[in-house]
């Protein structure tokens, strides 16, 4: 069986200061600022990490995209520079990696009326509205027909893996 494969890291930044939107969206680059549609400014840069940020007035940014904690925590670096380059007293506060998203592939199709059956306090499955069987237990497991799943809402990189084995146990029992 294939190990879960990180797909997607999101963490938060408090920049300790208020910004100016529109000061970052005439100045910045690789921004994109329409505050009739969305408030903060959005950041996209393909190199050297490729990542989206959000920048909001408060001072805080929400960063997404990388596939490693240090490339999430280099990229947040690269948004607080480029902040700094435009006048701004940036510190970089309160670093943390709110949801790690990975994937794998179980390796069978899974039957999910037993599995349901077993656990049926932490599962949420309804085929008419979601082809998948929803798993709740800290991180969330989506299991597809197919023996694909999708793991989010963890925090580490150990969860993702610790959830993986623990999951595998489950189910195939």
């Known amino acids: ?8 890291i999101m963490c938060t930044v408090d920049l300790g200061c208020k910004l100016n939107l529109p000061h970052i969206a005439t100045h910045g ?10 408030n903060p400014v959005v950041m996209r840069l393909e190199e050297p990490i490729k990542f989206t940020t959000l920048i909001f007035t408060s001072g805080k940014i929400v960063l997404t995209g990388t596939k490693t904690e240090e490339n999430a925590e280099k990229a947040a670096r690269i948004v607080a520079q480029e902040l700094k380059k435009l006048g701004f ?4 506060l309160n670093f943390r990696i709110t949801n790690i998203v990975a994937s794998a592939d179980l390796g069978f199709c899974p039957r999910f009326t037993n599995f349901y059956n077993k656990n049926i306090k932490f599962v949420d499955y309804s085929p008419e509205i979601f082809p998948g069987l929803i798993y709740r237990s800290g991180v969330t497991v989506i299991v597809f027909k197919s023996g694909k799943i999708i793991l989010t809402k963890a925090k580490t990189r150990q969860e993702i893996y610790d959830v993986f084995e623990a999951f595998k146990i489950v189910y195939i029992v």
């Open 1 to 8: 069986m294939v190990e879960p494969v990180v797909r997607n």
């Open 29 to 38: 680059h690789n921004v994109q600022y329409r505050p009739e549609k969305f």
């Open 89 to 92: 007293p940036v510190q970089f």
